[in-house]
């Protein structure tokens, strides 16, 4: 069964840094995909990051330059190196991933529980 672990959120300074990590375990046959999102009270979950299986990247807008994705396959595992953090950033952060566990089925979204990331001012 497919799980995603995420670990790292907390409460940092504005300028600070943060590293999210997300592990996923299960049995799968191919991983298309993995990424982050944010939801922020009162708005809508947005992508902030994601990463495909051959090593595009793509960011948000308001993320470029200050986040880096990164993945290690070996381990299922993707991260989220995030610097400069303002108080914008702060968010519930959830970890996705694009895969499909068998090769005759399409892929499908996994999502963790997502981690709380708080930016003071």
């Known amino acids: 069964q497919v799980q995603l672990v995420e670990s790292g959120g907390g409460l940092v300074q504005a300028g600070g840094s943060l590293r999210l990590s997300c592990a996923a375990s299960?049995?799968?046959?191919?991983?298309?995909?993995m990424g982050w999102y944010r939801q922020a009270p009162g708005k809508q979950r947005e992508l902030v990051a994601t990463?495909?299986?051959?090593?595009?990247?793509n960011y948000a807008d308001s993320v470029k330059g200050r986040f880096t994705i990164s993945r290690d396959n070996g381990k299922n595992t993707v991260y989220l190196q995030m610097n400069s953090l303002k108080p914008g950033d702060t968010a519930v952060y959830y970890c996705?991933?694009?895969?499909?566990?068998?090769?005759?089925?399409?892929?499908?979204?996994?999502w963790g529980q997502g981690t709380q990331v708080t930016v003071s001012s």
């Open positions: 996705n991933v694009r895969a499909s566990t068998r090769w005759y089925e399409a892929e499908a979204d996994y």
């Open positions: 299960g049995s799968f046959f191919r991983i298309n995909a």
């Open positions: 990463i495909t299986r051959d090593g595009s990247t």
